[in-house]
């Protein structure tokens, strides 16, 4: 019963098959790989955007701290949500790669709105030299609480970056969770709504540990590989980066993968409606928020689930204090082990 | 016949295995996987030193930046060799890693001398404030041109560090290749000839991507771990390193397989010595450079041959122009391909 | 009527005096000079710290920013007010300076309370390797909006960074205006308040441009000097910045200037109640934030009054718009040019 | 008889008068003060160059660093000579704000040669990704051992950068020396030349510190002015460096003071031809080499010369054991310590 993050399950087994079938003799490294090329052009090709710049690293912190030090100026700023993995979860990683960059958090909560966005963004700019600079926006999608941008509010976001002559970047760690749930193409959850440039994820999503980044200006390509060598992440055997990607992208895994993730997500909110569990959101990826009696958190520990704990007691329906939790579904968890999850949330 | 580098053959197959074992269920991640738990057991067991913190990266890049990171302070400057893989082959990824340190290159050729090591501190220590400060010294064991130090050479070098109270890191891409030649312990190339941290590779030495760092300091191991996450090189599914450098060590396959890379060059040099090419240098470990007249080299590049070419052209024997190559054997390459290339070399 | 900020009127008559004096001959030059032991001496004696580390600058920003560096790891956040200089008036210096450090901002006013750092701290020192560390405290005193800590509220801020391992560092930029309000010993307003290091400004008081920095923990002396001078900022013809420092203790100078820029202060707001004008906030030290009709204030600017609007409108005492602005006095403005603004704020 | 260095000697008069001139009442800060906008003219003026960006700062490392990190991108690497202040002098500054970026040493002495810079750029842009990328070369003028660069020789340096697609700064912190020993203009000096870039230095030569940053390139002038602020580089008192370099300027005084300064070396050469000394180097700007017996430097010292020793003893002509020197003039010395001195030297 592990719901504490999807980056802990194993990884899909056609994707160990690409693995095992990738490791005969000799391939050029350092990205020279041919295999990199053919994910490269599926990329490219997914996201209709012929001219996109595609590179390959093994973690999210990776991909979001070297396309935002690609797009951000050591003096500048970057806009993001007070609860964004760049801000919380990455020891400051951006502010490393960038060279000393600011995150200025755009107030509210993990969704970002157009009208807090443009009004940060108004209060940062106005200091002249004394202040940091405007720099990119960055958006999570989904988001660290599994909340999802439809592309009204993708658009609204980047357009508001686009007056101010800014580039948008999107934390896609779990980019694929959120397409499945909008139904729309990349290239509509993309370039067509403002952004700039992607981190690509897959580590989170049956991946053993690749995410590409995606610049749709592949003007961008060069610096990129630069700061990735400099980064310390161009791996030399690439091939086996490489071979993992294509086959997430072949015969629509990846897909597969986050439908099944948001599906299992899906069954255990369904599932916890009826228990005493109380829903804290609505499940539109792959995370849900809830919050339970303490002793239903103790009994499930004990039964060996596991998953985080927020912080501080909440109240409850009938005065009972209730701890809320975060539990994240990946694409491997069994229908059996979240009904028992359920089952002991009965209470 | 592929003799460009060690970094592009295939990964063993039993490594391939433990990683087909290690895809089972939900493990914790970010390091905290109980199977590396056993590869820091197997490791301080190995190099006698009970203490030692160990960590997992996938890069040598990464091993050797994040280890100097944590040894030199940003106005400090590392003495390495002028042909050392972090002064020529990481795109300043120290320089980087440290916030700007200085490498002050040891005048000399691959392997430093302790008298240019001392003469080089000693000039660049006497600025006060306004030179940088002196930092640890690096070494390279193999070197990149495929020498190995023998013990009292490194006690030597690492006698001089000390005498200005320096520390002594070790690049070890090639430490198992070296190892092997010397015939010696882990412990007494590393801690007992006064080295204070290790990067321990894997990578060119049939694993997927993944090098160990070692502190036999154990104070270092936070730092690093801060500055591994910061620097995006803490995997989130982390046993898939660990499972790695499990199977690398286990049953000495680690030892094994740079036995074989090292025969095998021994075989390339030994046949080599029949044929017009002019070896450079003495077989240490799995690197050697010779030089061929160039219409060689084309009849070896027409067959399909991979390898580096050294700038400028050498003189022969009989005055013809030849042109020196570097060969570097990986533990895969086979005997009909090395015998390969020697009936071709013969002209 | 220059009430812009305290950093634009002229260099106090004997600080010019003493450098015209120290211009003869020649002076070992980057700190060596006899007038900095002289300083050096002084300050401690002052600060009644006979082994505190002190060191000059031309700049607040560095004052702050090397003192910061000093004290903060790259990994590692620091935390500041809202509204602290050094978070939105030095581009980012400290960020810079420190290798990529982060600021977290305490939520609140001008003026940090205990609770809030504490909870700001608590907050951001749980998520292990994944967030920033945990780095010093920086108060400001005066603060930017013309607050002053009293003694108690110094202590219970310092107290709770100790609690917690952490150093705290005061930005002093206007510290003799904070001094000469509480009438304390510098002792009593730094280290007896738990203060470890101390921006000791000037230049907003009269020099031309020169800041101290104090360590109370001499320990840190040798690595300031060093980030002082890769910073650039240590000056060759020192002497010139130590006859400024050197003028400004003599004497009482420094109390003298601090002095008469708080009872400017005082005037200018005593005079502004009799008149259109409404005080936003009681002068505690040299600033005060004032709310005037629109009308008025563009009756002073024509008369070339020079101050900075807030931005937005404020509601009046009548319903009237009204516009607050920011008004600041050195040491150097005269009782005519008060006067004559009270006179103009009246309508 | 201080010949330690030239930026130990008093400021001159003149512009402790304009000091003293500047100091009424309120003036804009931060640069936005009248006399900046004087200076700026006067030395677009005594450029030839219109639409060049000038900026002020206080210190030669300063203007080095901050225009270097202007040209540099923290994967490039900076050309300059193995003795150059950049690389010697400044605790790694231009590393520090260049982000990390890498000082290239081009083999020879104090002056480069074509030869040697393009072979130097050659090796070092063949490493693709892999090495550090090619930034600009960096001159000083005159050098760190006083010589200086014909216009010939400034013209065919920078051609070679300009090749490679290269920019080229030129360290002038004693380019007033350089430019009266040649007798051309500013503009023959610097972008007739190729120069891009300038650090056009007061300090050494009569000033109390204030260094010119020029780029003939206006482009670059806000990214500088965000990395001086950044730096902690812009002074608020901005009026009293304008009023500095407004009175350099005025009257000649600067190339005055530089003329003085090389006539002081001068005679000191001249007179130390009829000693003991040998001279090392003929004086082409204010800087001289001379080898002395150990008993002769003992005679000098005790009478309070002061200058610095080179390491290592030489052999003189009559097989006694020598000591080289370091003897620096700067304008202010007067014929009379010179004298002394060579008398001195006379034995």
Chains 1, 2, 3, 4 share one sequence.
């Not at 690609?70 to 801000?87: D, G, K, N, Q």
């Not at 000393?100 to 107030?107: D, E, I, N």
């Amino acid at each position: 019963m592990f719901f504490a993050s999807d980056n802990a399950g194993p990884v899909h087994p056609k994707v160990m098959e690409a693995l095992a079938e990738a490791n005969e003799g000799f391939a050029p490294g350092y990205g020279a790989d041919a295999a990199m090329d053919r994910v490269r052009d599926r990329l490219r090709d997914l996201f209709e955007a012929p001219e996109a710049a595609v590179h390959l690293v093994t973690t999210g912190t990776a991909a979001n701290s070297l396309a935002l030090a690609s797009l951000t100026a050591p003096y500048e700023t970057v806009f993001c949500s007070p609860v964004a993995h760049i801000h919380e979860d990455e020891c400051s990683a951006p502010e490393f790669f960038s060279g000393g960059a600011k995150l200025t958090l755009v107030p509210g909560g993990d969704k970002m709105t157009p009208e807090a966005l443009r009004s940060a963004i108004e209060r940062e700019g106005n200091r002249g030299v004394h202040g940091p600079q405007r720099g990119p926006v960055s958006l999570t999608q989904a988001t660290e609480r599994g909340s999802v941008y439809d592309l009204a509010e993708l658009r609204a976001l980047s357009a508001v970056a686009r007056d101010f002559g800014l580039k948008t970047h999107m934390d896609g760690a779990r980019f694929t969770n959120a397409l499945v749930t909008l139904g729309c193409t990349p290239a509509e959850m993309t370039w067509e709504s403002g952004i700039d440039a992607l981190s690509f994820g897959g580590t989170k999503n049956g991946l053993m540990g690749v995410e590409a980044v995606i610049f749709f200006d592949p003007a961008r390509s060069w610096e990129f590989e630069l700061r990735r060598k400099r980064g310390a992440h161009l791996l030399s055997k690439h091939r086996y980066l490489s071979a993992q990607m294509e086959a997430y992208l072949a015969d629509d895994l990846w897909l597969e993968m986050a439908t099944r993730a948001n599906a299992n997500c899906a069954r255990l909110a369904e599932g916890l409606r009826g228990t005493e569990a109380e829903l804290l959101n609505d499940p539109q990826a792959n995370i849900i928020f809830a919050a339970l009696p303490r002793r239903v958190h103790e009994r499930l520990l004990e039964a060996g689930a596991m998953y985080y704990l927020q912080d501080g007691p909440l109240e409850g329906r009938d005065g009972e204090e209730m701890l809320g939790c975060r539990l994240v579904c990946d694409w491997s968890i069994s229908d059996a082990l979240i009904d028992q999850f359920i089952e002991l949330a009965k209470g």
